[in-house]
């Protein structure tokens, strides 16, 4: 279906290539010149203002901050981000917290920003500074979790994972824990596009799979929320455990998501070197439109697209961009990928059953953008769902009735109750409606 969607539904917006800190792995520590300053000039605050106008036109529901780092430039941005929250564009932020004070709770509020995704690179303070290449670092990060928390923000904290701090997952998910955290992320470490080498970082297939068993083992220990931000091939997960907890995160690059640069460039992806055209020129749909063969398959290897046959439902076939960085191009076989069929067997959730009788209603945060195959209702970038016209208006006259039940929904679609009860079942899956 996101081969036809007018429009990215999440944008990741980088604000500003200025940081705090200056993590040696970071894909824009090896991309920047020299320092950037932390001050917008009257320039970038017009490609910035046209970059909002051109989300807002493009009907993106979520846009995530990030940068850079955003909390730098937050105050300098009010006027562009209130006009987002104020056409219903929903926000989120990405930032190592090393700036949050009362002044940022504040202006967080203001545009009703409660998630937050922090950066912590160890539990051990002195490592987590010599990756950040600041002193300090450590303090400042734990001190933003613990003053977010304490102000009611929901604060999932993202460890990227190297040969450097690869000994100290368990501890870190522990720390994250201890602080508050409402999630813990362990996500391997990507090679910067123009990092010649990077082998003293790069994780060996091992390590990952061996990533994965810490963070189950850390939702065993502590009941935290346990994730990993990137899309894996299937092959690699060693085990039915970790493919069913990690294996169902697809690559969204320029599919339902995309990243705008502070320079107004449009890239598939915030990893992704390459742009498709520019906020200020050819605008967030043209360069929409240019990113065509990231979402037909062409740039799928064969061994995945035909021999494996996991791909595209259930392994959206590892990271382009890991595989251009590799060596090889858009087109090749992720590094991580092991060409073979997958070990670990797929987890195939049991669909919750209703009886006949069962009501449900639209729940009230969830929105529609109109598209050409009828509507996309959104409640989240992982909970979303494509629709027709018919089930967009039964699903709208829920909110004025006391709901619908399956039976009337059969009679709109001459369908039989079984059919609309699985199509309920979606929906509630998807958080799109509630059951009455
Ligand atoms: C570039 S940072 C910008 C936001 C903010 N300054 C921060 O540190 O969270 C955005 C996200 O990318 C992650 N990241 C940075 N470099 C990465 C890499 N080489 N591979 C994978 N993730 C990376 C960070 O941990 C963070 O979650």
Known sequence: ??????????????????????????????????????????????????????????????????????????????????????????ISINTNLALMNKRMISLLRQLGIRAILTSLMSADPTLNDNIAQTKGAYRRTVAGIRLAIANGFRVSVNMVISQKNFHTIYETGKLAYELGAQAFCATKVSKPFNCKDFSGYSLLTQQIQQMFRELVRLKRDFGIQVASLEPY??????????????GDRHCSAARTSCTLGFDGAIRPCSHAPISYGNAIEIGLLGAWQNMGMWRDGSLIPAACAVECREYPKFCSAGCRIESLNAGTNLSGSDP?????????????????????????????????????????????????QAIDSTLHAILKSTLNEKGVTAKQIAQAYNATESDALETMSILITRHIVEQV
């Open 1 to 90: 279906m996101y081969t036809r969607l007018s429009a990215p539904l999440d944008v990741q917006w980088e604000l500003t290539p200025w940081c705090t800190y200056n993590c040696v792995h970071c894909y824009n520590y090896w991309r920047r010149g020299k320092r950037p300053k932390r001050t917008l000039s009257a320039k970038q605050l017009e490609v910035h203002n046209k970059s909002a106008q051109e989300i807002i036109n493009s009907k993106v529901f979520h846009v995530t901050l990030t940068g850079g780092e955003p909390l730098g430039v937050l105050e300098q941005l009010m006027p562009e981000l209130l006009a987002l929250k104020d056409a219903g564009v929903r």
């Open 233 to 246: 091939p299937a092959c690699l997960f060693p085990d039915d455990e970790t493919r069913a907890e990690f």
């Open 336 to 384: 991580y990928c092991l060409g073979s069929k997958p070990v670990a067997q797929r987890f195939v959730a049991k669909p919750e059953l209703f009886p006949a009788s069962a009501v449900i209603r639209l729940l009230s945060s969830v929105r529609f953008r109109k598209e050409d195959f009828g509507y996309i209702a959104y409640r989240s970038s992982a909970n979303w």
